[in-house]
């Protein structure tokens, strides 16, 4: 961490001078030019009064902001395949998340092993084929374009009904996959 920089954006997101910040802490100009260029160091308790100065404390001041991946790349993906069936995790570690969404690819005839009934929500989105929800034993079919939306309280399943492969988005929260 540039010390120095940090310091100069807290001071000018503040709208402060160097000269209003130095007298708030009755320091010199020159000594919080010195510590913005990185040019000296200031003692624990100059670096305490300088943050009060500017409405922050040492623990907000040294938390850094772990940057939040928005996008993923084909790359980033993770394919487990099985018998007639290829799960994708699209957003790689989904699983400390709220949401966890799979790509899910079924070969004609196969089917999502059944799920327990379990705490959450479930939605899919059908990109090919046909499949068919299985709620508590009944059937729902979804076709290309179609979505499904249940709460996970029954036990469940996802079947390919059609007569290739079916491809569907399906999204588990929390997640469950």
Same mark, same amino acid.
């Given at each position: 961490m540039e010390l120095g920089a940090r310091i100069k954006e807290m001071r000018?997101?503040? $709208?402060l001078t160097q000269e209003e910040l130095a007298d708030r802490c009755e320091?010199?100009? *020159? !000594? +919080? #030019? %010195? @510590?913005? $260029?990185? @040019?000296t160091s200031p003692s624990i308790t100059t670096l305490v009064d300088?943050? $009060?100065?500017? *409405?922050? #404390?040492?623990g907000e001041f040294f938390r850094e902001e772990t940057a939040q991946k928005v996008v993923f790349s084909e790359e980033e993906y993770i394919d487990? %395949? #099985?018998? /007639?069936?290829? @799960?994708?995790?699209?957003i790689p570690n989904a699983q400390k998340n709220m949401m966890e969404p799979v790509l899910v690819t079924l070969e004609k005839g196969e089917s999502v092993p059944a799920d327990f009934p379990h705490e959450g929500e479930e939605f899919g989105y059908v990109l090919e084929g046909r499949v068919a929800v299985v709620l508590d034993g009944k059937r729902y079919p979804a076709?290309? /374009?179609? #979505?499904? !939306? !249940?709460?996970?309280?029954k036990e469940h399943a996802v079947i390919n009904i059609g007569k290739g492969r079916a491809r569907f @988005?399906? +999204?588990s929260t929390p997640p469950n996959f």
């Open positions: 000018l997101a503040k $709208n320091l010199t100009k *020159g !000594y +919080i #030019s %010195q @510590l913005e $260029n990185d @040019l300088l943050l $009060n100065a500017l *409405g922050s #404390s040492l487990k %395949q #099985s018998d /007639g069936m290829t @799960l994708c995790w699209v076709k290309k /374009g179609e #979505s499904f !939306y !249940y709460a996970a309280a @988005l399906w +999204i």
